[in-house]
Every structure is written in structure tokens, then in C-alpha cells.
């Protein structure tokens, strides 16, 4: 990773300098002085731990405590004291998602992402054209307002919302009915783990997490009697929101993950 690109990522996770001596080890004055560019042959091992902090990873890209600054216009809080206010005040260039207000970085979907999204969402918004269905299907960028409060803001990749009443001034106020997640090594414990309680708690009824890299989708339908299904791909796998008449096929999808998998 060359000096530029650090930039980039620095700028791009949020870090102030402080914070990113404090997460490599490496000592405030060196950091500045390699990315000023007054050191101009800096040492291997520096720029080893640098990448380390800087470079992908399968943890969220969270940005840490006082580092909204990087946005600007957001006055410096603490993770967790974050509110809609903050979040309406980040620059439209910038995509990140508030939870339980905490400021998390989203970074641009990969046109492999955007397929395998889109993909889905066209089989169910055909889906519903074809039977004069009730309900509509979104995909991100959509903002969702989860809880009704000032805490917590997602965009899905896809969802599905039955209540129509729910959308107000272009956004989603309260759980879809469906949700879709399309998991990067960046966002798989958000996913998982953070994500699939928020969406429980708030009263999505079905939640998938598709993962392209192991060719895999998760089915919770907190509804039902098993908790969760595992899927490999090679079938369709019915929405369970529509008790099954809705099925979505991975054919495609599929030959889209193998070719991820070769990147």
C-alpha cells in the first residue's frame, strides 16, 4: 500500500492521527512526518503496521471516538451519542449508517455487490407486479429510521414493506417486512451479529444474509419454528413472508460468486 493510498483509508475510516498512533503503535511525530511526506524512505516496519490498521479487515468499518471531525459539519461526540441531526449533516459523498448511535462506514458497493442485489430485488419486484401484490421492494441506498428514534438509521441492501404508510418523506420510518444483506469482509460481523439483533428487535419478520464468498444464505424467519436455515445456492430458497410462493434462484448469482471468489 502506497503512502497515497494510506491517505485514502485514513480518510476513509475516519482516524485522526492520534488514533492511528494509538491502533499501530507507531509514534505520533513518525506518523505525521510519513504522510506530511518529510520522511520520504520511511522504515519497513513502520509502514508494515500502518498497513495493518489501515488495510482490509472483517471488522466494521467503525469510526472511532472523535473521529466525525472527517466528515465535517458534525460536532465531536462520543460513539453511542450520536443522532439523526449528526447523521442528516454528513456530506452526501460520504455513505455511513447510524446504529444505536454509533457512526458506522459504509463503503462504496462493488458492481458484484450491486449485481447480486439487484438481481434479487428484480425476482421480487417481478414477483409482486405478476400477482398485483400489496407490497414494495427497495434497495439501497434507502434510508430506514428501524426503531422510530434518533438512534439508529440502516440502509438495507433489499428489503420488502408491506405498509405503505411506514414511508414517509422518502424514507422508511419503522422495520421492513423482509430484509436482504449481501455480506463484504467489511460488514460480516455488522451483519451477523449487530444487524441481525436490530432487525429482530424491531420487528422485520424475515432477514437473509447472503454471503457471495462462501456461497451461502442464511434464512431467520423470526416467526417461525427453526431459527435459522442454511442454504448453499443450488435451490431456490422460498420467501418465507409469502409462505413460499415467492422463490428466488441463485443461478446466475452463483456464477457471479464463483467469479468473486477468483478476484
Known amino acids: 500500500m502506497t503512502i497515497e493510498e494510506m491517505k485514502q483509508k485514513k480518510l476513509q475510516k475516519g482516524y485522526s492521527y492520534t488514533q492511528l498512533s494509538e491502533l499501530s503503535g507507531v509514534p505520533l511525530g513518525t506518523i505525521q512526518k510519513v504522510f506530511s511526506g518529510e520522511t520520504e524512505h520511511p522504515r519497513y516496519a513502520t509502514l508494515q503496521a500502518l498497513e495493518q490498521v489501515l488495510g482490509n479487515s472483517d471488522e466494521p468499518l467503525e469510526l472511532r471516538d472523535g473521529a466525525a471531525f472527517a466528515y465535517g459539519g458534525i460536532q465531536e461526540k462520543r460513539q453511542g451519542d450520536y443522532t439523526l441531526s449528526d447523521y442528516y449533516a454528513v456530506p452526501e459523498d460520504f455513505r455511513v449508517e447510524l446504529i444505536d448511535g454509533v457512526f458506522y462506514d459504509m463503503a462504496a458497493s462493488t458492481f458484484d455487490h450491486q449485481k447480486i442485489a439487484g438481481e434479487i430485488h428484480r425476482q421480487i419486484a417481478n414477483y409482486i407486479l405478476d400477482n398485483n401484490g400489496t407490497c414494495e421492494v427497495g434497495i439501497s441506498p434507502i434510508d430506514v429510521q428501524l426503531d422510530c428514534d434518533d438512534?439508529?438509521?440502516?440502509?438495507?441492501?433489499?428489503?420488502?414493506?408491506?405498509?405503505?404508510?411506514?414511508?414517509?418523506?422518502?424514507?422508511?420510518?419503522?422495520?421492513?417486512?423482509?430484509?436482504?444483506?449481501?455480506?463484504?469482509?467489511?460488514?460480516?460481523?455488522?451483519?451477523?451479529?449487530?444487524?441481525?439483533?436490530?432487525?429482530?428487535?424491531?420487528?422485520?419478520?424475515?432477514?437473509?444474509?447472503?454471503?457471495?464468498?462462501?456461497?451461502?444464505?442464511?434464512?431467520?424467519?423470526?416467526?417461525?419454528?427453526?431459527?435459522?436455515?442454511?442454504?448453499?445456492?443450488?435451490?431456490?430458497?422460498?420467501?418465507?413472508?409469502?409462505?413460499?410462493?415467492?422463490?428466488?434462484?441463485?443461478?446466475?448469482?452463483?456464477?457471479?460468486?464463483?467469479?468473486?471468489?477468483?478476484?
Open 151 to 263: 438512534k439508529t438509521m440502516v440502509q438495507p441492501d433489499v428489503f420488502i414493506l408491506c405498509n405503505h404508510d411506514k414511508v414517509l418523506k422518502g424514507r422508511v420510518f419503522g422495520a421492513p417486512d423482509f430484509v436482504l444483506e449481501v455480506i463484504s469482509p467489511s460488514t460480516k460481523r455488522k451483519d451477523y451479529f449487530k444487524k441481525l439483533e436490530k432487525y429482530e428487535n424491531a420487528g422485520v419478520r424475515e432477514y437473509w444474509i447472503l454471503d457471495p464468498y462462501k456461497k451461502q444464505l442464511v434464512v431467520f424467519f423470526f416467526e417461525g419454528d427453526v431459527y435459522a436455515q442454511l442454504h448453499n445456492l443450488t435451490q431456490p430458497v422460498p420467501v418465507l413472508i409469502y409462505e413460499g410462493k415467492l422463490q428466488i434462484r441463485f443461478e446466475h448469482i452463483l456464477q457471479w460468486c464463483e467469479g468473486i471468489v477468483k478476484e
